[in-house]
């Protein structure tokens, strides 16, 4: 069963993955198998996919990384919040993130 995100929730990413940014491109590889999609090995994420990942620390809730990003970019609350529950939620599905303990 797919796990929903959870705007209120922080995440994080997975133990099992390591992110490396190669020639301006944000590479995230898996370090056991069944993560991620079994046809492409490697995920890479676009400008506005590694803004959001690069505030995804376990320590935020995802709303907060809205407030933040909304600070950066000149686009509707709505939009950005969009895109960052859309990558959250596919992160989510491919085990690459995962929701932080609560504290």
Known sequence: MEKKIDIEAAYKASDEVVA???EGELIIVPLTSGIGDM???LFTLNETGRAIWSKLDGNKSLKAVVAELQEDYDAPVEEIE???????QEL??????VEAAKT
């Open 20 to 22: 490396r940014e190669i």
């Open 39 to 41: 046809e492409d090995e």
């Open 82 to 88: 969009k895109d960052v529950t859309g990558l959250a």
């Open 92 to 97: 989510l599905n491919r085990r690459i993130l």
